[in-house]
């Protein structure tokens, strides 16, 4: 009887570390600075490349493709894309721009320089966020499974199903890859969860709370929606759809 009480306690204690150990750490970044940002903007894909910041919006005629000045927060190069498409999150391989569509099923390639289009291409189902890893294209499509796609020829190669605490995470949007992870806005949260790309497990939470702008908070359409990482300087960038700002933060952890 003492034995099995024993093995019993064991037991619960192994399951209790192994659950602590999944849960995921909750981080509330530092704001570095402060940016204006197009109150207009209704942001579905943020990225940087040679420290110049892109964007892509949505709402059907007004979606776009931009370039804009960081300090600024002025557009300095746009492209419409015209109805009924709903234009959706992007990303960057060399000289080429990929930008989803939500429901449209189809997406466009764009010339970095000049923002011609240049072909297009096809993919089943919904299209919300857009990263590239250095191989792979990542999509989201709002649930919790991400595409890893082949960038030359638009397929699937594999996919990973998201989890925090064991449990699928939905509604995953923006997506940025960060320095070998998966940072991800979860639609209608203030909450940006970091995957890690192998697993899909969630090890950690950004809370947004503290910087949603008063100008948009409890707007249900202002969600936080846009993550860029600058991977020359390491500098973090993050807004939200029709926010007037756009901000610098850091992890806490990441204090020198
Ligand atoms: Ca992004």
């Not at 207009?40 to 059907?60: P, Y």
């Not at 297009?120 to 189902?125: A, E, I, Q, V, W």
Request: aromatic residues 8%.
């Amino acid at each position: 009887m003492l034995a099995r009480s024993i093995a019993l306690l064991v037991l619960w204690t192994s399951l209790t570390l192994a659950a602590c150990a999944q849960a995921p750490e909750i981080i509330r970044p530092d704001v570095v600075a402060r940016y204006p940002h197009d109150a207009n903007a209704f942001t579905q894909g943020l990225f940087i490349h040679d420290g110049e910041l892109f964007e892509s919006t949505g709402r059907v005629g007004q979606s776009s493709l931009r370039r804009v000045d960081l300090e600024t927060g002025l557009v300095e190069q746009s492209v419409a894309i015209d109805p009924p498409v709903f234009g959706e999150g992007s990303a960057r391989i060399g000289d080429a721009i990929f930008m989803l569509s939500w429901v449209s099923e189809r997406g466009f390639i764009f010339d970095a320089e000049t923002f011609e289009q240049v072909d297009s291409f096809t993919y089943p189902g919904e299209g919300w966020g857009l990263t590239f890893d250095g191989t792979h294209l990542i999509l989201s499509d709002g649930t919790p499974e991400l595409r890893f796609l082949d960038p030359g020829t638009m397929t699937l190669d594999h996919s990973v199903n998201v989890t925090l605490n064991g449990r699928p995470v939905r509604r995953l949007n923006e997506l940025e890859w960060i320095d070998g992870m998966i940072w991800a806005n979860i639609w209608e949260t203030r909450s940006i969860v970091r995957i890690d790309p192998q697993t899909g497990v969630v090890d950690a939470m950004i809370d947004l709370s503290a910087i949603i702008p008063p100008e948009v908070d409890g707007r249900r359409d202002a969600v936080a929606n846009g993550i860029a990482w600058n991977a020359e300087t390491g500098q973090i960038y993050v807004t939200g759809k029709l926010w007037p700002t756009l901000f610098e933060i850091r992890l806490p952890e990441a204090r020198e």
